[in-house]
């Protein structure tokens, strides 16, 4: 089998399948020019709401990613924030620490000194 009787055999293949498809479908086929024209026309209105559809969903999209970068920008701050927080919040323990221990040895101090008077 040469190229060119391939290709024909190739195309009656697909010929006799979108025949069977056309009719295992139940594709409507106009009858008239006219109301081809219509069908036409219904079509190009429903890609043009599509394409409208389409362009809004596109602008959604644009306004929510604007959104999820400034909600993630906060939530960088909000986490720089926490973290700085939890710095100071161990510096401010370690400082309780000191202090207790420097109330502990006055304590003995005035303990030694009411020691010493009695």
């Known amino acids: 089998m040469?190229?060119?009787e391939l290709i024909q055999c190739l195309m009656a293949i697909f010929i006799s399948v979108f025949?069977?498809?056309m009719?295992?479908?139940?594709?409507?086929i106009p009858d008239d020019y006219?109301?081809?024209v219509e069908y036409y026309l219904a079509a190009v209105e429903v890609a043009r709401e599509?394409?409208?559809l389409c362009e809004a969903a596109e602008a959604n999209v644009d306004r929510l990613l604007t959104q999820v970068d400034a909600l993630t920008a906060e939530c960088e701050y909000s986490?720089?924030?926490?973290?700085?927080?939890?710095?100071?919040?161990e510096s401010l323990k370690a400082e309780i620490q000191?202090?207790?221990?420097?109330?502990?040895?006055l304590q003995?101090?005035?303990d030694e000194v009411k020691d010493l008077k009695e």
């Open 108 to 110: 003995e101090i005035v």
């Open 34 to 36: 006219d109301e081809l």
């Open 98 to 105: 000191t202090l207790n221990e420097e109330k502990a040895k």
């Open 19 to 21: 025949i069977v498809g």
């Open 2 to 4: 040469n190229q060119t």
């Open 50 to 52: 599509y394409q409208a």
């Open 23 to 28: 009719l295992v479908m139940n594709v409507y």
């Open 79 to 89: 986490d720089d924030l926490a973290a700085a927080k939890e710095a100071e919040i």
